[in-house]
């Protein structure tokens, strides 16, 4: 007899912190933050340049990207690329998403971005400080502190053969 199962599992969630390019569960992933051209463009998540950019990789189906907003603060845009797999190709599952981060006071980790129901894969996710801000906004600051996502463990039951021709199985008992 040969059973094979598959099921994901999933950790609660991860967090992984721009102080701390960490996952919270003990693991040897590599998720954190790729900010491109770190040392010019962003200071400790922080970018007022236009056109600056990171990328954020995590597993579905879970994403929630946390910052800042504020009167100083202006736009980015977002997108999301499921990467590629055994069974599936890469493909963009969110094309460009515009995120307005003003505010008329001023909040300190906020939630900026969430999505549920991505696929049960990993992702990639690329994000772009934009030009144009609210009218009444007086910068083009993107500040990004963490993201959270759920943490897919990819679980696997292998196949279970059980040889009965070298068992013996002793009678106790009985049911009536």
Not at 14 to 25: A, F, G, H, I, T
Not at 140 to 160: D, H, Q, R, T
Request: proline share 2%.
């Amino acid at each position: 007899m040969t059973v094979t199962y598959f099921n994901p599992y999933y950790g609660f969630y991860s967090e992984v912190s721009v102080d701390q390019y960490e996952v919270d569960l003990n693991s040897s992933s590599s998720y954190n933050f790729s900010f491109i051209n770190s040392m010019t463009d962003w200071d400790n998540g922080l970018s007022n340049k236009p056109g600056s950019k990171l990328y954020m990789n995590f597993s579905g189906p879970k994403f929630t990207l946390y910052g800042s907003k504020g009167i100083n603060y202006g736009k980015f845009r977002i997108k999301f690329t499921a990467l590629q797999n055994n069974e599936s190709p890469a493909i963009v599952d969110l094309d460009w998403q515009t995120i307005d981060c003003f505010s008329s006071i001023e909040l300190n980790s906020v939630q900026l971005f969430s999505k549920n129901d991505f696929q049960e894969r990993d992702y990639v996710a690329e994000l772009e400080v934009l030009y144009d801000k609210n009218i009444s906004a007086r910068g083009n600051n993107v500040k990004i502190s963490s993201y959270s996502f759920s943490y897919n463990l990819y679980l696997k039951v292998g196949n279970e053969i059980i040889n009965q021709t070298d068992n013996s199985f002793a009678k106790i008992g009985g049911v009536r």
